[in-house]
């Protein structure tokens, strides 16, 4: 079974400084792939970054980037120059990549205030 | 957008009633979910659909049935429903690879806010 823990329920961070959400997981698989979310406000939920288990860079996507320690089991989004329109739930989420299993297990969330 | 829909978007109803929900996609994924959304829970996912007539259950599946009968729709029923069951409700489709590895997300419905009095 594949777990996600998110610790931080809440943060609040100064606008224009990098943020870091962090993330842990446990899984029993050796392929995976982990997966961050927005939800703002508005409800939607918005797919930011992945990374796969075996991928030995950390991925990058503009101003997120996902810090990979596959030793430590964890998974943290790293926000850099943070913006208003950062407000929102974010969630970290994994599946196994085997085929067939497209099913993903999400964490509970951080929700995260920019504050200007 | 993926161009998935989800109908109705707000919904109230009286506990002990039938209620269907229904994912529609234009995408022609294979894949389909539903997943319920709660305060301090994250999603948890209640049934998926890996083809047309293909389903099967998540961690809450209980008090929930799933239909798909078109690749385009997956319906989701309540077959009775408990205020238990109050909670927004997302439907999300993905491709999936031949082979299955690779970057595979998951693209999201705009959800369903489901009261049950």
């Known amino acids: 079974a594949q777990k996600i823990t998110q610790t931080q329920p809440g943060m609040f961070v100064q606008e224009k400084e990098a943020v870091t959400l962090d993330c842990t997981y446990d899984t029993s698989d050796q392929s995976y792939g982990l997966f961050w979310y927005k939800q703002p406000s508005s409800g939607e939920m918005i797919f930011l970054i992945y990374q796969g288990s075996y991928d030995e860079q950390n991925a990058t996507e503009g101003r997120y980037s996902l810090n990979f320690q596959k030793a430590r089991k964890s998974a943290n989004l790293v926000i850099s120059a943070s913006q208003l329109g950062d407000s929102a739930m974010y969630f970290c989420?994994?599946?196994?990549?085997?085929?067939?299993?497209?099913?993903?297990?999400f964490g509970t969330g951080t929700r995260l205030t920019i504050i200007p | 957008d993926a161009g998935i829909t989800q109908s109705p978007r707000h919904k109230v109803t009286e506990t002990g009633t039938p209620v269907t929900l229904r994912c529609h996609q234009t995408e022609n994924h294979r894949y389909m979910y539903w997943y319920r959304q709660d305060p301090g829970h994250g999603l948890r996912l209640i049934h998926y659909s890996y083809g047309v007539k293909d389903t099967d259950k998540g961690e809450v599946s209980d008090g929930y049935s799933v239909s798909r009968s078109k690749t385009e729709d997956f319906l989701l029923t309540l077959e009775s429903a408990t205020s238990s069951q109050t909670s927004v409700y997302f439907c999300?489709?993905?491709?999936?690879?031949?082979?299955?590895?690779?970057?595979?997300?998951?693209?999201f419905g705009p959800g369903t806010r489901l009261t049950v009095l």
């Open positions: 989420a994994m599946r196994d990549l085997n085929f067939g299993n497209e099913k993903l297990t």
């Open positions: 999300a489709i993905s491709g999936g690879l031949a082979g299955g590895r690779g970057v595979n997300e998951q693209f």
